[in-house]
């Protein structure tokens, strides 16, 4: 019986390979500052039209590096879920955080480059519009997490628990990022640390200050829950 599995299997094999070499080259030198001719070099490849044949265009590769990624996250993330579900009868904020650090804290390896690219590309222009596709509300999974936290933190003004996991989203991609650009894996004891501090950030009752900046009474202060 004839095949053409081979053949198949060589051009997800070269798909693979520029994808993962364009995600390299991307978290070291942002998405500008690398041309489509080096990331045809850097997976071995002498074919001027490959990336248009397999993406289209650059943009296509970027894209394309998102869903070669966002899988393994979100299977991870639910699989984290239903795990902390089996054991309690309702997610905490702290268990929410763990479900949005822990699948991206294990793509951190060698030949995975997925955070610092997120890291670089958090700087560049089109960043906002990418992040609606890869960020934590951009899989089912993670707009559940998203949505669950924000109804736990639903004692606070909407404009501000959304400031607030802006910065857990985006602190978590940098955090990690520094220790993939250090070669160095975070400890358990780290990654705690990490998810204590994004807690206090969600849970902290709102000043004074704040409330007379956003127009408020000094009385108005917002306690937690």
Known sequence: ?????????????????????????????????????????????????????????????????????????????????????????????????????????????????????????????????????TGPTGTESGSRTDTALRALLGHLPDDLVGQRLRLVYSGTVGALARYHRANEFPTAAELAALVDAWEALLLGPVSTETVLARGGGAGNSVPIR
């Open 1 to 133: 019986m004839t095949t053409v599995r081979g053949r198949n299997s060589s051009g997800e094999q070269t798909r693979i390979r520029l994808v993962e070499a364009a995600e390299r080259l991307f978290a070291r030198r942002g998405y500008e500052g690398v041309t489509l001719a080096e990331i045809r070099k850097a997976a071995g490849q002498h074919n001027s039209a490959v990336i248009g044949y397999y993406f289209g265009t650059k943009e296509g590769l970027l894209h394309a590096i998102f869903s070669h990624r966002l899988s393994a996250v979100n299977a991870e993330r639910e699989e984290l879920v239903a795990e902390m579900m089996r054991n309690q009868d309702a997610l905490r904020v702290r268990d929410l955080l763990w479900a949005i650090i822990r699948p991206l804290a294990n793509t951190l390896g060698r030949n995975n480059h997925y955070v610092a690219f997120l890291d670089r590309l958090s700087h560049h222009e089109r960043f906002a519009e990418c992040f609606q596709v």
